[in-house]
């Protein structure tokens, strides 16, 4: 056997090893925290950071036992930041249900400018803000 063919022999199988590694799938590493139900269920409202396309957003998970609930973000000082653009509520039959929210921290025409590095309030309100069910704050 010539060295040529060798060389050919050796370069092929690289190039068939490369290109195998590179169509493999990959783990997706997750920042979603490990939700532990009776710690949930003592307290149903939890955040944490997390990615999509487009930049950082805040994964918010909570449950909804009234009527027209929705989420709220509020700084430091008082100011709303953030309002989440829909309702949920409970089941028909008044059971609660847990849904989990994403809050983008970039800007974006539907839901605004970008959220700056600071503290703020995750509120579940009710009918209005003033209905304040559950919060925790968070640094962005």
Known sequence: MKIENVLEVIFGTL???????????RERVSNEPVIVEETFDEY???AWHD?????DIVKIKYRVSE???FIEVVD???GVVHRQP???SPWEDGTPRDFT?????YYTQDYGDEILPGEYEIRVCHIYSRNVDLS???TI
């Open 15 to 25: 190039m068939v090893i490369m290109i195998i590694i590179s169509l493999r799938p």
């Open 136 to 138: 925790i704050w968070i």
């Open 76 to 78: 430091d000082k008082g």
């Open 101 to 105: 929210y994403s809050w983008t921290l």
């Open 86 to 88: 829909f309702h949920r």
């Open 67 to 69: 009527e027209k609930t």
């Open 44 to 46: 149903p409202l939890i």
């Open 51 to 55: 990615t999509d396309k487009k930049g």
